[in-house]
Every structure is written in C-alpha cells, then in structure tokens.
C-alpha cells in the first residue's frame, strides 16, 4: 500500500523516547520517525507529522492531539496512549477505555487507516509487575476498541520473539535504539508495507552476580525512579515544556 499523510499520536513511545539523534526534532529519531522514512520512498508527494508528546495520558493525548490530526486529513494514523494511565495509583480502565473508543471512531470516520498499540507484557516480576493485571485488561480493551472500528493492532503484549528487557533502554521505561528498529519493523509489516528493515536480533541480557544486581538496581532507582516518583508527587510531567517534533506535514528522511 501506498500512504500519502501519515500522523503519529501518543506520548514518549511514539516521540521516539531512547532513540537519541541530535540532529532531529527534540533530539530524537524513534519507530514513527523510521516508519515515515520507508514511507517517503514510496511517493513524491508524502508528508508526516509527530504530534506525540512524552508523559502524556491518554486524556490528554485525545484531548491535545485529536483534532490537529483531523485537520491534516491523513490517510493514515498511529495512535498509542494508555500506558502513563495504567502506572498511576489509581486508574478507571472502563472510563479510559470510553475515551479511547470515542478518539478511534472519530480517527476511523474519516477512512484513514488508523494501528492502535497494546501495552508490552512486563512479566509478573520487576517494577512493572504489580499492574500486569491493569495492563492486560487494558489491552483487551484495545483489541475490542480495534475490532469495533476496523483499526489494525500492533500487539506487542504478544510479542515472544524478543527478549524485552535486551530492547530497552537504560531508564527501564522507554525503547532503546534497537527496540525502536523492532517496532517500526513490526509496524511495516502490520500495515503491509513492503520495507528493507532487517529483522533485529540481540544479544540475551547477562547474568549479573547479585553485587551487580544491587547496585544497578540502585544506581537505576537514583537516576530514573526518585526522579519519576517526584514528578508524579508534584504533579508534573517530563513534557511540560516539550512540543511536538513534526506538528505539521513535512517530508521525513
């Protein structure tokens, strides 16, 4: 398929949080930036925009994002949120669902072709283990929201054939280089896009000595936890002053 406008929406995952490049946009390449590449060389008159910002909820992804996507008149959308919701306390999964359903019928009205995203399977251990439940339940409703309205699903819950902990990033929260490659990979593949990506391969995460263990487990909970915990007590966000990368249509790559 050939695709003339397409327009990401989302929040960190979708900016391209762990994929640094200081010669783009906010410092970052990322998956979308990767696929909006592939895409470019497929037609002469291709645009792409990256409405994403880091540390939004879903709220404020339909809220902010929505409408300036509709008004650019893609003829295809990305669209991941959910995650920064199913991290908090306390989250209202069927309301959230609600206002994800209402964005994807109004992204789908329009005959774009509209990929929605599940959250990754952290495992029952680690840091994410105590929300797997929220998250599962979560990406059930994704793939019920995707069904209703015809939208394609990326569905990285099921994704096995890669160890997740070797694609991401150091902060244990974003994709790193590598994963960005996989999911702009796995993207291509789901829109049927014909693409030169390589499928990545990585090395298996040693295995640390419990010294080792501990004192990246501290140096991690220093840099990237404390600060996370702070925000969230104080109520701000890691994209208070960041805009969006590409807010209107420009060729990529």
């Known amino acids: 398929m050939t695709f003339h406008r397409y327009v990401a929406l989302g929040d960190s995952f979708t900016e391209g949080v762990g994929d640094p ?12 930036d990767r696929v909006a590449e592939v895409l470019a060389q497929q037609t002469d008159d291709f645009g792409y925009a990256n409405l994403a910002i880091r540390g939004r909820k879903l709220g404020s992804i339909v809220a902010e994002q929505v409408e300036p996507a509709l008004a650019l008149e893609p003829d295809l959308v990305t669209v991941h949120g959910g995650g920064n919701d199913v991290l908090r306390p306390r989250v209202d999964l069927d309301a959230l669902a609600r206002t994800y359903d209402d964005a994807i019928a109004r992204l789908s009205s329009t005959g774009a072709r509209v990929v929605m995203f599940t959250i990754f399977d952290p495992g029952g251990g680690g840091i994410y283990g105590p929300v797997r439940g929220r998250m599962a339940i979560f990406n059930e409703w994704v793939r019920e929201i995707a069904d209703r309205h015809g939208a394609t699903i990326v569905d990285m819950w099921r994704m096995r054939d890669i160890e997740i902990g070797s694609v991401m990033d150091t902060d244990r929260m974003h994709l790193n280089s590598s994963g960005h490659t996989h999911m702009a990979h796995a993207v291509l593949e789901a829109i049927g896009v014909e693409h030169g990506l390589e499928p990545v391969t990585v090395e298996p995460l040693p295995v640390l000595r419990r010294r080792e263990a501990w004192a990246a487990n501290a140096h991690w909970t220093r840099e990237f936890l404390v600060p996370w915990v702070h925000r969230r007590i104080t109520g701000r966000s890691s994209g208070d002053t960041v805009s969006p990368k590409h807010p209107g249509l420009s060729r990529v790559g």
């Open 21 to 32: 490049d200081p010669e783009r946009p906010n410092g970052l390449r990322g998956w979308a």
